[in-house]
């Protein structure tokens, strides 16, 4: 997905599917990340995934902010 360009290096995208989406594999995290279904064709997140993967990074960002905010200077 072109939009996680700026981020995907810095951001472990086995532990966001392990948190976020619990009941799937990373493997499935990372083809669907690729436009792809598992399986060699194509398939992207569902609308639903979509939604669920949006708030994942809203709460992942909010928890990084958390702890920026937490640094005593």
Do not use: C
């Not at 939009?3 to 799937?24: C, G, M, N």
């Not at 992207?44 to 809203?58: G, M």
Request: net charge negative.
């Amino acid at each position: 997905m072109m939009q996680f360009r700026d981020i995907a290096l810095d951001v472990t995208w086995s532990k966001i599917a392990a948190r976020y989406f619990p009941e799937k594999s990373a493997s499935w995290f990372y083809n669907k990340l690729n436009g792809r279904d598992g399986n060699g064709g194509e398939g992207d997140f569902t609308y639903a995934e979509k939604l669920q993967l949006r708030n994942s990074l809203y709460d992942f960002a909010e928890r990084i902010r958390h702890a920026a905010d937490n640094i005593d200077v």
